[in-house]
């Protein structure tokens, strides 16, 4: 938020006069001049038809209003709102003492309220996630405050976010007044059909919005391609639409579906049991209606999808429901801003990373701000005590309900298939079924949940990997495939050091508490700082490092040692004189005389194409008077050849100007002796 932004008050001169307080003027005012209106004006955040204050002529709202009279202090809010990084403004009212503390505070919000209803439900909501003990006059809808003493202590805090509702939260009303594209003053329920309008949002220059009816919904709603969100209006909740709200149709059976602490849980539901938790049981009529209002406004024909995916402005998980695709999509809270202290963190990413801080911190703030973004998977080695598991737990703790700590492989319950961040410790790392299995998690764009009694169900993969462990080799992957770029490097392999000196015991839980200020400010920079994350194939440039080296040349499978030794032997023969091998050939038959050392041969002619090394298919040659199917060599083979002949001062006699196309591709041209 700069200085110069603005917020729309009610104004008046400063009158003590209750009774002369009803009449208002409403202005933007810039927040460089918010301490000196405040002080010299007595005022509102609630703007008024025609500026008349009452309950009944409530327009809109730009900021909430809360007024402390007791059982707080400045200090204390201010911890409470800087914690979770909440921009605000608090003044000293004209009662206030140095030993009882009295004062207002303004939340800016994100975008205006324009319901009575929806401004008192919020303004309720936050004291109570903000534990304040308000004055419940605030909640008045006619509610403004006097202006505050010359010497009235002043605070103000921008570097955060402002107070934000779901962009799903009924925010206008039937008696809305919309402007029309024709500049018409339209009052929102005698809309039809889908009309364009200026933005009640934002300041509108040209009408970038429009109204219109959802069936789905059953609700209108206006949608903002400026704002790029979707508001929608107020509905007057009937008693059974509250009964009914933890209930769905899916199907042909009845689920409950909601959130158990920070997890999303459904389970089927009988009409007896409906009955009985709405009480309609009870009633005349029994549970019909209820049924009825469940299957016309609440139905899904199947679930497609159950996606999870992290929300940086939220202060609790919640989920929604998209009838039109049937995709149930979780959204989850990071960790609670507790202590501002973002050099703490500082001081032990750079410690504990060094040259790689900026690495890390880039893979952090992905982390924490984007969802299905794919990036590379972190592997951490080292001995015991190094600090692996602490960095670990840290990670974790941001979104701890979309994090989990896994085995390393699939098995019969694909439980971390819904997670964001799946943790390996101590993993199989001479399993190449391991290998196989992160690089199917990391490439799928969906992947299928099953759970313990209960029905598969779809995900968009969202999954980031770490692997921890205490091997010299954390895993096996495929020697062949070793990065060359750190554009499309999919791995970040780090060796932690054992400590030195003293052991911090308690260097989690100090992270730990720093760390939700830290993913709000400092990552949050880190992140509107990066490069378009589609630049590179794991969304970042990817160091490849000394670990990561020595962990693809130290894999090798068995297969993998038999075709070394396989390369070895056409070495071997090449220098014993063999012609085929001499002209550029391998013959179809190579290695039968070895098969007791190699008894994998078909395996290895075929990993010897797969990895460059021969042309297929074979071809009849003819050399010396006999004739065999040989496999031509290719580059990769002759430059294999020459590493290997040179130390035994032998050359091989054909180079890259003796290469000819074949079948489209680069093969050696068999030369004569």
């Known amino acids: 938020m700069k200085t110069n932004?603005?917020?729309?008050?009610?104004?008046?001169?400063?009158?003590i006069d209750g009774s002369e307080n009803s009449c208002f003027n409403s202005v933007p005012i810039n927040y460089s001049?918010?301490?000196?209106?405040?002080?010299?004006?007595?005022?509102?955040?609630?703007?008024?038809?025609?500026?008349?204050?009452?309950?009944?002529?409530?327009?809109?709202?730009?900021?909430?209003?809360?007024?402390?009279?007791?059982?707080?202090?400045?200090?204390?809010?201010?911890?409470?709102?800087?914690?979770?990084?909440?921009?605000?403004?608090?003044?000293?009212?004209?009662?206030?003492?140095?030993?009882?503390?009295?004062?207002?505070?303004?939340?800016?919000?994100?975008?205006?309220?324009?319901?009575?209803?929806?401004?008192?439900?919020?303004?309720?909501?936050?004291?109570?996630?903000?534990?304040?003990?308000?004055?419940?006059?605030?909640?008045?809808?006619?509610?403004?405050?006097?202006?505050?003493p010359d010497d009235a202590h002043y605070y103000s805090?921008?570097?955060?976010?402002?107070?934000?509702?779901?962009?799903?939260?009924?925010?206008?009303?039937?008696?809305?007044?919309?402007?029309?594209s024709k500049d018409e003053k339209l009052t929102a329920s005698k809309v039809e059909g889908k009309t364009p309008i200026y933005c009640l949002f934002h300041e509108d220059a040209t009408p970038s919005a429009f109204i219109d009816y959802s069936k789905e919904s059953n609700n209108h709603f206006i949608c903002c391609k400026t704002c790029d969100n979707t508001f929608w209006k107020e509905k007057s909740i009937s008693s059974i639409e509250d009964e009914c709200s933890p209930f769905y149709s899916m199907g042909k059976d009845y689920w409950e579906m909601g959130l158990k602490g920070d997890i999303f849980y459904y389970s089927k539901i009988s009409k007896e049991k409906i009955g009985i938790l709405t009480k309609s049981c009870f009633k005349k009529g029994g549970v019909k209606e209820h049924i009825q209002y469940i299957v016309e406004n609440k139905h899904l024909p199947t679930i497609s999808r159950i996606d999870n995916v992290s929300d940086m402005k939220r202060n609790k998980n919640s989920f929604i429901i998209d009838y039109n695709n049937c995709i149930i999509t979780v959204k989850h809270a990071p960790i609670e801003a507790t202590l501002e202290d973002n050099q703490y963190v500082?001081?032990?990413?750079?410690?504990?990373?060094?040259?790689?801080?900026?690495?890390?911190?880039?893979?952090?703030?992905?982390?924490?701000?984007?969802?299905?973004?794919?990036?590379?998977?972190?592997?951490?080695?080292?001995?015991?005590?190094?600090?692996?598991?602490?960095?670990?737990?840290?990670?974790?703790?941001?979104?701890?309900?979309?994090?989990?700590?896994w085995r390393g492989h699939e098995g019969n319950f694909t439980y971390e298939c819904d997670k964001k961040l799946l943790i390996v410790e101590e993993n199989e790392e001479s399993s190449m079924n391991q290998y196989k299995t992160l690089k199917k998690y990391s490439g799928q764009k969906y992947n299928t949940v099953h759970k313990k009694q209960k029905d598969p169900y779809m995900v968009r993969n969202n999954m980031n990997m770490i692997l921890i462990t205490n091997q010299h080799c954390p895993l096996f992957v495929s020697r062949e495939e070793i990065p060359t770029n750190a554009r499309n490097n999919q791995f970040f392999v780090y060796e932690f050091k054992a400590l030195q000196g003293e052991l911090k015991a308690n260097i989690h839980n100090e992270l730990k508490l720093r760390m939700g200020h830290y993913i709000r400010t400092t990552l949050k920079d880190v992140y509107a700082n990066i490069d378009d994350v589609n630049k590179y194939r794991y969304s970042i440039e990817v160091p490849i490092t000394k670990e990561e080296r020595e962990m693809f040349q130290g894999s090798i499978s068995a297969l993998d040692?038999?075709?070394?030794?396989?390369?070895?032997?056409?070495?071997?023969?090449?220098?014993?004189?063999?012609?085929?091998?001499?002209?550029?050939?391998?013959?179809k038959d190579f290695g039968e005389s070895i098969d007791n050392r190699v008894p994998n041969r078909p395996q290895i002619i075929k990993q010897l194409y797969n990895r460059g090394y021969i042309n297929y298919p074979t071809e009849r040659i003819q050399v010396d008077g006999g004739r065999k199917s040989c496999y031509i060599f290719k580059l990769k083979m002759i430059e294999y050849l020459n590493k290997h002949l040179k130390k035994n001062n032998k050359l091989i006699i054909f180079n890259k100007n003796q290469l000819e196309l074949k079948n489209g591709k680069m093969a050696v041209k068999p030369v004569d002796f």
């Open 346 to 405: 500082e001081n032990y990413l750079k410690s504990t990373f060094g040259e790689h801080t900026n690495f890390i911190k880039k893979w952090m703030a992905i982390f924490c701000y984007t969802n299905y973004t794919n990036l590379p998977t972190l592997i951490f080695k080292g001995d015991r005590c190094g600090g692996k598991s602490t960095f670990c737990e840290l990670l974790y703790d941001i979104f701890p309900s979309l994090s989990t700590e």
């Open 33 to 148: 001049d918010l301490e000196e209106t405040l002080k010299s004006r007595n005022y509102s955040t609630i703007k008024w038809v025609g500026g008349i204050r009452k309950s009944n002529n409530f327009i809109f709202s730009h900021a909430l209003m809360i007024d402390i009279d007791e059982g707080e202090t400045l200090e204390s809010v201010t911890n409470k709102l800087k914690s979770k990084t909440i921009n605000h403004i608090l003044i000293t009212s004209k009662s206030h003492l140095p030993t009882h503390h009295k004062f207002h505070i303004i939340l800016p919000l994100d975008y205006p309220i324009y319901s009575k209803k929806s401004y008192q439900s919020l303004l309720k909501s936050t004291v109570i996630e903000l534990d304040l003990n308000a004055d419940k006059a605030c909640y008045d809808w006619a509610r403004f405050f006097y202006g505050s």
């Open 561 to 587: 040692f038999s075709i070394d030794s396989f390369l070895l032997d056409i070495v071997s023969e090449y220098e014993g004189g063999n012609k085929y091998l001499q002209k550029g050939w391998l013959p």
């Open 5 to 15: 932004d603005t917020i729309i008050l009610s104004i008046k001169e400063k009158i």
């Open 157 to 180: 805090y921008f570097d955060g976010n402002n107070v934000f509702y779901d962009k799903n939260i009924t925010c206008w009303d039937e008696n809305t007044i919309l402007t029309s």
